[in-house]
């Protein structure tokens, strides 16, 4: 596994050079955030962006995200434009010769949280889910409030030209029901998988999160059954999953480790971090520490191991605390933490089996 973090470009509040000192971390997770979904990517601006990380000593080790434009979601007939499009912005990266994207394939909205900046009991914030209140709540309203209390960051998946007309994208999407939504990704994959394997470009979907449809939106990859169900629909090995236990892990029926094994060879991008989970649809992020929240991170880390897992790897969301001003789940300190806490449980793993 290559270990990395997460950097949002020149803007991020968190330089480079600050990523470099985080022991074990040899490369980062970006992408081109001056680009919009469905705008094709030019193989000069992913050149600045990878010669920007390499010249901080690290590497560009893969995209988060290239976004899929939602007339591809929607199944549109400008879709093929814009698929068109994405096999341009493929082709810059793999003739700058980056071999992971990640993508999902949610409608309207991305990852979807209730509370950004909960207390935990050490004095951290993190943020936090209740299913209640997503019951409660018009679309629009919730989308304001999450925009509102970002710190002023926009947040991966939030961005406000994308939602600004939350009420118009919930009316294009009102035909799209799970099966539809899953012919489209096959579709898409279908036509973008020739210059995947041209550059041996690996695609890693990002699982749904959390993982049961929320605003009545439908959500295809949720659980075990879902993923091979997507993995056999488009069986080419650059048709692969993005492992996040914290998107998976938001249902406590998904047994994580098990995922990972059934899915052996296809993760090519894994997103660690815990929860805390109190009830059915009532959660929030805890530290990476197993002891901290619901799951095993040994566990976890070791199913990767054993399946080979060579991808790269990153700590997910982070916890607030130290008096940090950051892009709440983004700030450096608990994301530094959970990497040398992974690195740590992966040393542990690879000396315990290679040492008789
Ligand atoms: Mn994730």
Redesign the pocket.
């Known amino acids: 596994m290559i270990m990395t973090l997460r950097y949002f470009g020149p803007s991020d509040s968190i330089p480079l050079k600050y990523i470099r000192q985080v022991p074990g971390v040899k490369g980062v997770i970006s992408t081109l955030y001056d680009t919009k979904p469905g705008e094709p990517w030019t193989r000069e601006a992913v050149h600045a962006l990878k010669t920007s990380i390499e010249d901080a000593g690290l590497a560009l080790s893969g995209i988060e995200s290239v976004n899929v434009h939602d007339d591809i979601k929607i199944g549109l007939p400008s879709r093929d434009e814009y698929i068109e499009n994405y096999i341009r912005s493929l082709t810059a990266l793999g003739e700058e010769g980056v071999r992971m994207v990640c993508y999902n394939f949610m409608p309207v909205f991305d990852?979807t949280r209730t509370n950004l900046a909960k207390p935990r009991p050490d004095g951290s914030t993190v943020l936090a889910y209740d299913q209640k209140v997503v019951d409660s709540i018009d679309p629009q309203v919730f989308f304001d409030q999450t925009d509102a209390n970002s710190n002023g960051f926009v947040m991966p998946g939030w961005e406000p030209d994308r939602l600004a007309h939350v009420k118009e994208l919930f009316e294009a999407y009102k035909d799209v029901d799970s099966q539809k939504l899953f012919d489209n990704l096959v579709y898409f994959l279908r036509a973008i998988m020739p210059v995947c394997n041209k550059y041996d470009i690996r695609m890693a979907i990002?699982?749904d999160?959390p993982a049961w449809p929320v605003f009545g939106l439908p959500r295809i990859i949720t659980n075990q059954e879902n993923i091979l169900k997507f993995l056999h629909a488009v069986d080419d090995v650059h048709n692969g999953l993005?492992f996040?236990t914290?998107?998976l892990g938001t249902d406590l029926n998904n047994d994580l480790p098990g995922i990972i094994r059934a899915c052996k060879g296809r993760i090519h991008f894994a997103?660690v971090r815990n929860l805390q989970h109190f009830a059915p649809g009532l959660f929030e992020e805890a530290a990476h520490l197993s002891a901290d929240g619901t799951f095993d991170m040994y566990e976890i880390v070791k199913a990767l191991y054993d399946t080979g897992f060579d991808g790269p790897i990153r700590p997910?969301h982070g916890r607030t605390l130290w008096g940090e001003v950051c892009m709440p789940g983004y700030g450096l300190y608990d994301r530094a933490m959970g990497a040398c806490y992974i690195n740590g449980l992966w040393e542990a793993i690879e000396k315990s089996s290679t040492r008789k």
Do not use: A, N, Q
């Open positions: 990852w990002h699982p999160d993005t996040c914290g998107s997103h997910d």
